[in-house]
């Protein structure tokens, strides 16, 4: 079975320019997830879906950022504009609804690398 | 507040031997569930074992186990007879309540030595 897709795995931007990062969950899950990594701050959460509408935004630093999910098999998350600041990891992760199979695990995409220069 | 407390920032360990990673958490939630992930230098978080506040035995998934002590509020992970792929940042995380995101803690560092 295919695994949550995230789309670019690497990005070098330059600062004020926009930035798309692309997420497709695995088939049948009810739950996305986006979270930032980075050194000083570890992993945060910045976003979650349920079923396309978002249920909890209160991690999303400012109004430069925004995510849609149009549809079960796809979501977005914006950055604009791009700051330096901005250079971390972004991981989409997706989760099935507890009491299913593999509702006890989130499921992360191998994470899209953002600099911002 | 910190939720989830990992204390070790950097860990070795011998080839073959066992190595736990200590993980303390703060919730006020009677529900909730533990999850470790493992993270190596190529980057991706893996999944590697759960526990729910109301399981009554510890979890064990092959070479890894989670000693669940719920009055201490410690999830601790042991990774019994270390490999040398082993070596990774490993995450401790929470969910609570019916809420699905998780909480993470910083994360610890392991090194297997040969």
């Known amino acids: 079975d295919a695994g949550v897709i995230q789309s670019p795995r690497h990005e070098v931007t330059e600062m004020g320019q926009e930035v798309t990062l692309r997420c497709k969950p695995i088939?049948?899950?009810?739950?996305l997830f986006w979270y930032r990594q980075t050194m000083m701050r570890g992993l945060e959460l910045l976003i979650y879906f349920n079923n396309n509408v978002p249920i909890d935004d209160s991690g999303m630093p400012e109004d430069r950022f925004s995510a849609k999910m149009p549809n079960a098999s796809f979501s977005t998350l914006k950055i604009q504009p791009s700051e330096p600041r901005d250079s971390a990891v972004y991981f989409c992760?997706?989760?099935?609804?507890?009491?299913?199979?593999?509702?006890?695990?989130?499921?992360f995409g191998e994470g899209s690398w953002l600099t911002v220069v | 507040a910190q939720k989830i407390t990992q204390t070790q920032p950097g860990m070795f360990v011998q080839e073959k031997e066992a190595v736990t990673l200590d993980c303390t958490y703060d919730t006020s939630d009677p529900s909730y569930g533990l999850f470790w992930y493992k993270q190596p230098s190529s980057g991706e978080m893996i999944f590697l074992i759960y526990?729910?506040?109301?399981?009554?035995q510890n979890a064990t998934e092959g070479r890894y186990s989670l000693n669940f002590q719920k009055a201490r509020k410690s999830a601790n992970l042991v990774i019994s007879a270390s490999q040398l792929g082993d070596s990774a940042m490993y995450f401790c995380?929470?969910?609570?309540?019916?809420?699905?995101?998780?909480?993470f803690g910083a994360g610890t560092t392991v090194t297997v030595r040969a």
């Open positions: 992760a997706s989760s099935p609804l507890r009491g299913s199979k593999g509702g006890n695990t989130i499921y």
């Open positions: 088939s049948g899950h009810d739950y």
């Open positions: 995380a929470m969910r609570e309540g019916i809420d699905y995101k998780l909480s």
């Open positions: 526990q729910g506040s109301y399981d009554q």
